[in-house]
């Protein structure tokens, strides 16, 4: 079965500073979908950036950027010149080609200091 | 307008009562998932839809029954609730051609 780890449950970073956050997963797979979720106080669930295991570049959107380690099952998460709205729940996510289901990490709970 | 709509958003019952949270979406999705979150267990899959007739258990089904009622809507119940069923529960949607879940705003359920 796939899972996901995510071994940082707290971070904090210095405001405009950058911060990575990892991620871990087991597959035996070899197409499959990874994903970074925001989780805000607010609650809800925001998706940050996904990568298609296929693609060997990896994705960036704005300031967040993935350092996506096939060989090693590794998706780590950069975020560069944090902001305070940055501040949150971030949820590493797995989706098999095969399976429409997530699987989701446990989390880790950013801090962004003034 | 919110583009997957959960009702209640929040909602506090008593052990042995029955409680139904409802979804809906306007995304035109087929697919349609409920997640339960505890804090520090990230999210796990309750049931999930494929479409109207297409019911599945995911992880942690105990305890909970569903009932896809339209494209549109996906609702989960509880038809006993006992305490450990506090949560927070979201609704999730997906395009069959896109992989990405979008995501309710979230139900804070307390059983007491």
């Known amino acids: 079965a796939q899972t996901v780890t995510q071994s940082q449950p707290e971070m904090s970073v210095q405001e405009a500073e950058t911060v990575t956050l990892s991620c871990t997963y087991d597959?035996?797979?070899?197409?499959?979908?990874l994903f970074w979720y925001k989780q805000p106080p607010s609650r809800q669930m925001i998706l940050v950036i996904r990568?298609?295991?296929?693609?060997?570049q990896n994705a960036t959107e704005n300031r967040f950027s993935v350092n996506f380690q096939k060989a090693a099952k590794s998706f780590s998460l950069k975020i560069s010149d944090s902001q305070l709205g940055d501040a949150a729940m971030y949820f590493c996510?797995?989706?098999?080609?095969?399976?429409?289901?997530?699987?989701f990490g446990k989390g880790t709970r950013l801090h962004i200091l003034p | 307008d919110a583009d997957v709509t959960q009702t209640p958003r929040n909602r506090i019952t008593k052990t042995g009562k029955r409680i139904m949270l409802e979804c809906s979406q306007t995304?035109?999705?087929?697919?349609m998932y409920w997640y339960r979150q505890d804090p520090g267990l990230g999210l796990q899959l309750i049931y999930y839809?494929?479409?109207?007739?297409?019911?599945n258990k995911g992880e942690i089904s105990d305890g909970y029954s569903v009932s896809r009622q339209a494209q549109a809507k996906f609702s989960l119940s509880l038809e006993s609730a006992i305490p450990n069923q506090t949560a927070l529960y979201f609704c999730?949607?997906?395009?069959?051609?896109?992989?990405?879940?979008?995501f309710g705003p979230g139900t804070r359920l307390t059983v007491l």
């Open positions: 999730a949607t997906s395009d069959q051609v896109r992989d990405e879940q979008f």
């Open positions: 996510a797995y989706r098999g080609n095969r399976d429409d289901k997530i699987i």
């Open positions: 839809s494929f479409d109207v007739k297409d019911i």
């Open positions: 597959t035996s797979e070899s197409d499959y979908y």
């Open positions: 990568q298609e295991a296929y693609k060997q």
């Open positions: 995304k035109g999705h087929d697919r």
